[in-house]
């Protein structure tokens, strides 16, 4: 059983940047295994994928409209992920999900755990 917790959600100009973090428990091997992922959820749509990082962190994919500007990492010895967020346009605007996985996939059903989610607002 993991447990993801996101922080970092905010309120923010269009132009502005965000960094997202999930913390993973339990520590150690246990979490590290896990692909990682971040989804996001506008009011009235579906959720949907957003980026996603191997275990290891060798290998990453994004969403084609945050390509540029959007960086996901993570830090196994300190199971922790991160979304660093830049140049947010206010359809940008959802509540973000961390996701964790065997395999990386940008599909909802890939993912065996999910934290409660972060608001990030973006004005313009």
């Known amino acids: 059983q993991v447990q993801l917790v996101e922080s970092g959600g905010g309120l923010v100009q269009a132009g502005g940047s965000l960094r997202l973090s999930c913390a993973a428990s339990?520590?150690?091997?246990?979490?590290?295994?896990?692909?990682m992922a971040w989804f996001r959820q506008a009011p009235g749509k579906e959720r949907e994928f957003v980026a996603g990082?191997?275990?290891?962190?060798?290998?990453?994919s994004y969403k084609d409209a945050v390509k540029g500007r959007f960086t996901i990492s993570r830090d196994n010895t300190k199971n922790i992920a991160y979304l660093q967020m830049n140049s947010l346009k206010p359809e940008d605007t959802a509540v973000y999900y961390c996701?964790?996985?065997?395999?990386?996939?940008?599909?909802?059903?890939?993912?065996?755990?999910w934290g409660q989610g972060t608001q990030v607002t973006v004005s313009s």
């Open positions: 996701a964790a996985g065997r395999f990386l996939r940008t599909a909802v059903t890939g993912y065996d755990y």
């Open positions: 990082i191997s275990w290891g962190g060798s290998s990453t």
């Open positions: 339990p520590s150690g091997r246990t979490s590290s295994m896990y692909n």
